[in-house]
């Protein structure tokens, strides 16, 4: 899962960062409404945390060119707690949820685990798919057999990426923009040593290489 937090707030921007980054999501940031909108529209997303006063370009007016370019990526906007017309203002603008400044980090994480759980038509932190569950919570997969198996966070965001595009080749390109934060080094062979060790954990057989194309979580029933 990759998220782009929005705040001219450093320290605080730093914090949400490293919070959501231990819990297994990629990560960029931008302190300002015109990189924020530019950045928004790459359709790489899955969540934005965006705050209002921005330098700039406000939040308010970042989130409006979204909506009006049908940018429907899920935005959580974090205002100050005693805002209430920010929050009636972000909600009409076509935000998805908000949270009042000061907040626990603890509380921002779950509010964005559940907005992309929403976004996706999941209910629980758990993807299934053929006998396999992604606990997300955990962040570990359990197999047919009911074998835990502990993921790193890399490993943990590429097999949620192929698990919720089940049955779609996906190229390395689109698997380094989801679960890759732009400071990361744009090296495609990564994603062949972390597709190779996913196979060791949950069986080669699972993971399919299309030559020229890319890979794909593949079902029992496809494999041949």
């Known amino acids: 899962m990759r998220v782009l937090v929005v705040e001219d707030d450093v320290a605080l921007c730093n914090n949400i960062k490293n919070k959501l980054v231990k819990a297994g999501f990629a990560v960029d940031m931008v302190h300002d409404g015109e990189e924020a909108e530019y950045l928004g529209n790459d359709g790489v997303y899955d969540a934005v945390i965006l705050d209002l006063g921005l330098p700039k370009r406000p939040g308010l007016q970042v989130l409006k060119n979204w909506r009006r370019r049908l940018n429907t990526v899920p935005v959580i906007i974090l205002?100050?707690?005693?805002?209430?017309?920010?929050?009636?203002?972000?909600i009409e603008a076509g935000a998805d949820d908000y949270?009042?400044?000061?907040?626990h980090m603890e509380e921002l994480t779950a509010r964005i685990k559940a907005l992309i759980r929403r976004s996706q038509s999941k209910t629980q932190g758990i993807i299934e798919l053929d006998q396999y569950r992604l606990d997300?919570?955990?962040q570990a997969v359990f197999r047919p057999d009911g074998e835990k198996l502990t993921l790193s966070g890399t490993e943990f965001r590429l097999l949620r990426c192929f698990m919720i595009n089940k049955n779609r080749i996906m190229t390395k390109e689109v698997l380094m923009d989801h679960i890759y934060d732009h400071d990361t080094i744009n090296d495609h062979n990564v994603i062949e040593v972390y597709v190779n060790r996913l196979r060791k954990k949950i069986g080669?057989?699972?993971?399919?290489?299309?030559?020229?194309?890319?890979y794909q979580f593949v079902s029992s029933g496809n494999i041949e």
Request: include cysteine.
């Open 79 to 90: 205002t100050a707690r005693n805002e209430w017309l920010d929050r009636i203002e972000g």
């Open 99 to 103: 949270l009042g400044k000061p907040f």
């Open 136 to 138: 997300e919570n955990q």
């Open 204 to 214: 080669k057989e699972c993971i399919k290489t299309f030559r020229g194309q890319g």
